[in-house]
């Protein structure tokens, strides 16, 4: 029976201002997915390892329900076998279902003979991510799949443009242990945004790009600002000004909620100063016993077969 | 007595997705002003060449207006007497009051000995704007001030961005014989804006700034798209609809109001793309004699001394 394995990157949605545009794939917090053919014309869901709290049911789990999005297209009748090992916990905002939304996917495209170029995978990705959201929106599936710093410039018809990111832009990424949904994080939000705040944004969102077209980490920092989601969801995650202040201080250039958090970022520039920042989050969370800290950089390659 | 002539390049607010955040100075429309040291000790509008509505009043001129209040920060009695001659008629949303504006405190600047960098000149010149448009913006006299394509990141405190144009890009203007004031056409918007369309937005000024970094004049074109201004002020220009659909058809990228109009521009790969939608364009305004039609590129030196 044929079999393959992939490794999916973890990623930041939103990058702090390009709210449901922005992300930015990360060399931790991914998935490594093994599947294998099977003679019983389904897709099952062998084991998941490292996270209790996702479903094994295929019609449900995210994993599953992209692939089969995909064997419906091509009008396959073949079953498969999934053995997911999760990088990071879902829930915790450094894209757990959009990688394993863009791993399904990608392993089912190379079993099938790769039938699609990863931008046309896209949207069967997003047919689990819809799972976690209830929305289609790419900015963490984008990444994932192509590594890098990615724009969601439309989603229709959908255009998404890469970005090289800077040698010297390191993250120090802390998530505290609360678990904060997705589809309830969103629905938060409101349905207008004031045009002021909208007007701050656009010039933030503009100064992120270039700053990674530069390679100016104090303009990114200073760019990740957010008016959208940021004022109200950072009142979910304990200690999120003390953090932010903490980082700064410890000369991180910005701040900001990963995707719909828990996790936070702080953009570093080189890992020096990102473990500075890592030693003053520590402080911030040290009876939080549970919180993860990673010091990282961008993934590069994307969702791709590993052994 | 000591006089100076200086060249303000006119330019588009806007560029389209950039609402109060991007310019784009053009080499057409700009003023030519002239300032000599008189021995009254106070400021003096000596002739107003090329608009007739322009006040003469040193008080409510908006060069005379940024010029004093340059003088009133250093403590300079000094007077001074002013001819501007006015490359485009104000109300056009080609930054005619910009270049006025930054015209002034610039002439003013050489004549003290250059007290003053450009970058700070800039709030000296936003005080002429605030006649205009009542606001503090400086998405026209950045661009004059520096030439290029630029972006206010922040506005407070201010941080101006400035960033490269293609070399190909060429810009298609139409200004029909309408005049929209500035600070009618901001009453009109909104406070608020959808978030669905400031996620949009979003995009597109990502997709701008990387069509102008990526020399993809496609790119541009396809991002100068907004959801803030135009589609109410595009009711008050006369067959904004059909020039749109025609500039498109003529091979234009992109289509939209510069500023706040009722001047337009299209996004244009070469010059024999642009003459071939200005063709088209002057089909659409064939009734109206006394439109004006400028094929222009960037001015990438912005505001400078002359003769």
Excluded at 73 to 99: I, M, N, P, R, Y
Aim: hydrophobic content about 45%.
């Amino acid at each position: 029976m044929k079999k393959v394995k992939v490794y999916a990157p973890g990623s930041i949605g939103n990058v702090g201002c390009g709210f449901d545009v922005f992300g930015l794939a990360l060399n931790v917090a991914g998935d490594i997915l093994e599947v294998e053919e099977n003679n019983i014309g389904a897709l099952r869901i062998i084991d998941i390892i490292g996270d209790d709290s996702i479903t094994r049911k295929a019609e449900k789990n995210i994993v599953t329900v992209a692939a089969q999005a995909l064997l419906n297209e091509v009008g396959s009748k073949q079953g498969f076998d999934f053995t997911l090992t999760k990088g990071v916990l879902a829930g915790s905002g450094l894209g757990s279902s959009g990688c394993s939304a863009t791993a399904g996917v990608f392993a089912i495209n190379e079993l099938l003979g790769q039938p699609y170029s990863k931008m046309e995978l896209l949207k069967f990705a997003s047919v689990g991510e819809q799972i976690a959201s209830h929305q289609v929106h790419y900015d963490n599936i984008a990444p994932s799949m192509f590594g890098g710093f990615t724009i969601t410039r439309s989603n229709n018809p959908l255009e998404i443009l890469q970005l090289a990111v800077p040698d010297n832009l390191y993250l120090a990424i802390v998530r505290p242990n609360v678990i904060i949904k997705t589809n309830e994080a969103k629905q938060m939000l409101g349905n207008t945004m004031p045009l002021a705040n909208a007007i701050t944004q656009f010039g933030n969102i503009a100064g992120l790009i270039m700053g990674m077209q530069n390679n100016d980490i104090p303009l990114i920092g200073r760019s990740v600002e957010d008016l959208v989601a940021t004022p109200i969801r950072s009142k979910l995650i304990p200690k999120f000004d003390e953090a932010k202040e903490a980082a700064l201080s410890a000369g991180a250039t910005g701040f900001n909620i990963a995707g719909s958090g828990p996790a936070m970022f702080a953009i570093c520039q080189g890992k020096a100063m990102a473990e500075n920042v890592t030693k003053a989050l520590k402080q911030v969370y040290i009876a939080d016993h549970a919180a993860n800290y990673y010091i990282t950089q961008a993934d590069v390659k994307g969702t791709r077969i590993i052994d």
